[in-house]
């Protein structure tokens, strides 16, 4: 899972697509990384482990990183948050192999709004959004 700075929207993605796949015990490895450098380290903001603790799941623990060239051996698929991310996912991938793994995360083109300068409404909305979009992973995940 990918986003920019790591403490928003790719966090609250690892933190839901980890649960459920505990859950249904699919045996999924998670994890989620920034395109940037800005947040190495840190937790992710308060608000958005707020809003996730709000909705049963826990991310307080989870801590930024960005996103290395390794990321394309280690895992299977690599889901970016938004447009911009994407493509510059795309631009670090060095064969067809790697560049097939990256994905958006929603259908249509649609980004994942960037909660980062909003108000807890918009992180919630963050939340509902990713909720169905890891729904969506779960099923191809079982299918596959
Ligand atoms: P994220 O949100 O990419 O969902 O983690 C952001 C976090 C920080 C910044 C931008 C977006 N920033 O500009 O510091």
Do not use: W
Request: hydrophobic share 40%.
């Amino acid at each position: 899972m990918v986003c920019l700075g790591n403490i928003c929207r790719s966090p609250m993605a690892e933190g839901l697509l980890r649960h459920k796949g505990r859950e249904q015990n699919l045996g999924v490895l998670v994890d989620s990384a920034g395109t940037a450098n800005y947040h190495i380290g840190k937790a992710p903001d308060a608000r958005m482990v707020q809003t996730a603790q709000k909705n049963g799941v826990d991310i307080g623990g989870l801590r930024a990183r960005q996103f290395v060239l390794k990321d394309f051996d280690e895992f299977d698929r690599i889901f970016a948050m938004d447009k911009e991310n994407y493509g510059h996912i795309l631009s670090l991938a060095k064969n067809d192999a790697q560049t097939s793994k990256v994905s958006l995360i929603l259908n249509d083109e649609q980004n994942v709004p960037d909660p980062y300068y909003g108000s807890l409404s918009d992180f919630q909305a963050v939340f509902d959004i990713l909720d169905l979009a890891t729904n969506g992973i779960i099923d191809n995940i079982k299918h596959e």
